[in-house]
């Protein structure tokens, strides 16, 4: 037989796959980084140039790192690549020393769309992908609108083996459900949030720093010089009322000019395929869009002067995005400082729920709660009148000092009984409810289905008051949800009516009786 009949035909192999390509950031970018870094040192410039020395090394030193920091944007998008791949997103970077970054897709929890002012002179912005660590995710900085929204909705788009992948030029947006929208009239919230005194503190910092670069002491300026000798004149009894009038103003201006710019538009919607959006700013447009799927509850916060008028805010718990201080700068933040009834209504429609889980009624604590709590804020004050009195037998501090801090006691009893009455929690339609703070009161609902464990643990105090803390373990928000000082006997009890057939184990009969 011969060997072409022993032979047999093979079918030829298959092409390789196209790998996805590699794109560039825009060509603009290369006006908006070198303006964004000139305008971050324009007071090294403005010394160098009008109150230079000549000679000053110093100067002619940060006029150099000017240069390279305008240097580094041309070389970064000279050098930046970027892909999107059906398992993961991969950005390339660097001359010197080359930077790759890879995010896996399934780790994708947020994706970030900002424009700065100075993005919008140009029609750019910026693409964040965040995976919830505490690191800065991945940054597409110097993209179209377009482009961003296209690539926002490929990569909220779960891929499947099943399905060919779609190029993003292919991808729309579906329709869109309004959740919450912008009310003018939510500005007279403003004066009542924290905000305006971080404001003031950084303008104040920057003024600082600025004179600082400048050698020019801000006292010896014509208007402050008055101020100063007015100061000094004048009695103590004028000048403190003053003070504090000018600094109430100062930062109620504060406080309504950064939320104007911060949420004005404000905007959630929700598409079709279960994603939330969250859109707002004025100089500076942010949208951030959350899986719905990875939604596991939410939070309302009150900060005690913004509670006094009637209003809260209201956070999303998600997974791999913590929640707490600043949730606008990690994009769970659901509504900004709004009427109560706002707050509420918006937790519901987003959890689709008929009624917002926080609103239930709670269980309240024992006294012996009650009495932990005052005597921590005592003991706080305490501390500070009687560093107070020491200071002033030294004359350390003002002659006022000592006798003007006793009245931080009543206020510390005060705050303490508040604390308590904050206190509370319970179990409503598959959430596990917490509610705990003063200054700023923060109620929690959290889905069943997102709580992955529980920590019982409790103090040599706690223990003494019959007292324990619950926490339930989540992979959203902060980590869990915690449930404080409640009565000992009332925790094994709570974690088997949200979980039942979990801990009842672990649980001796002779405890069971």
């Given amino acids: 037989m011969s060997q072409a009949a022993n032979s047999v035909d093979l079918p030829p192999a ?39 020395r000549s000679g000053d090394t110093q100067q002619w030193i940060s006029l150099t790192v000017v240069v390279a920091l305008v240097l580094r944007g041309v070389l970064h998008w000279a050098t930046a690549r970027y892909r999107i791949t059906g398992e993961q997103v991969e950005l390339r970077s660097g001359v010197v020393f080359r930077k790759a970054r890879t995010v896996p897709r399934d780790r994708l929890r947020t994706v970030d769309i900002t424009a700065e002012w100075h993005h919008r002179l140009v029609g750019l912005c910026a693409l964040k992908i965040g995976t919830g660590q505490r690191d800065k995710g991945l940054i597409l900085d110097g993209v179209t609108r377009s482009t961003a929204e296209r690539l926002r909705t490929e990569l909220l788009r779960r891929p499947s083996a099943e ?38 503190g950084a303008l104040a910092g920057a003024a600082y720093q600025i004179a600082r670069e400048l050698h020019v002491d801000p006292v010896s300026l014509g208007p402050l010089r008055q101020l100063a000798t007015w100061a000094s004149d004048t009695s103590a009894v004028l000048v403190v009322p003053a003070g504090v009038l000018a600094l109430l103003v100062i930062v ?44 596991r509850g939410v939070q309302i916060k009150e900060a005690l002067p913004l509670r006094l008028v009637g209003g809260g805010r209201c956070a999303a718990v998600v997974t791999g995005l913590r929640t707490g201080r600043g949730d606008e700068r990690g994009g769970g933040l659901l509504l900004p400082a709004a009427p109560l009834g706002k707050a509420h209504e918006v937790a519901a429609r987003v959890l689709r729920e008929t009624n917002d889980p926080t609103t239930a009624g709670l269980r309240r604590h024992p ?21 107070s009195w020491l200071g002033g037998l030294v004359d350390a501090v003002p002659s006022w000092l000592p006798g003007a801090t006793l009245v931080l006691l009543p206020l510390s009893v005060l705050v303490g009984l508040d604390r308590y009455r904050s206190l509370g929690h319970t179990l409503a339609g598959g959430y596990l409810v917490s509610r705990h703070g003063s200054l700023t009161r923060h109620t929690v609902a959290l889905r069943g289905d997102g709580i992955i464990g529980w920590r019982l643990h409790a103090s040599f105090f706690q223990r003494r008051a019959g007292l324990m803390t619950v926490v339930a373990t989540t992979a959203a928000g902060r980590g869990g949800c915690h449930v404080t000082d409640m009565a000992a006997a009332e925790a094994v009890p709570l974690v088997g009516a949200a ?8 649980v001796e009969p002779t405890a069971q009786r």
């Fill in 367 to 387: 006294k012996a709660a009650a009495r932990r709590r005052v005597i921590r804020a005592l003991g706080w004050a305490l501390l500070l009148v009687v560093a």
């Fill in 14 to 52: 298959p092409p390789p796959p196209d790998e996805p390509p590699w794109h560039r950031l825009n060509p603009l970018v290369l006006i908006i980084h070198p303006l964004r870094e000139l305008i971050r040192y324009i007071p090294v410039l403005v010394g160098l140039f009008f109150f230079g």
């Fill in 499 to 506: 979980m039942p057939g979990l801990v009842e184990q672990f």
């Fill in 252 to 295: 109620t201006a504060a406080s309504v000019l950064g939320y104007v710019l911060s949420y004005w538009n404000f905007l959630v919607t929700r598409e079709g395929s279960g994603t939330l959006h969250i859109r707002h700013g004025l100089l500076t447009t942010r949208s951030v869009s959350i899986e719905e799927s990875r939604l």
């Fill in 163 to 200: 399905r060919p992948r779609t190029p993003a030029s292919a991808v729309t947006s579906p329709a869109e459900e309004v959740l919450a929208s912008m009310d003018r009239r939510w500005v007279r919230f403003a004066p009542f949030t924290f905000s305006g005194v971080a404001v003031v």
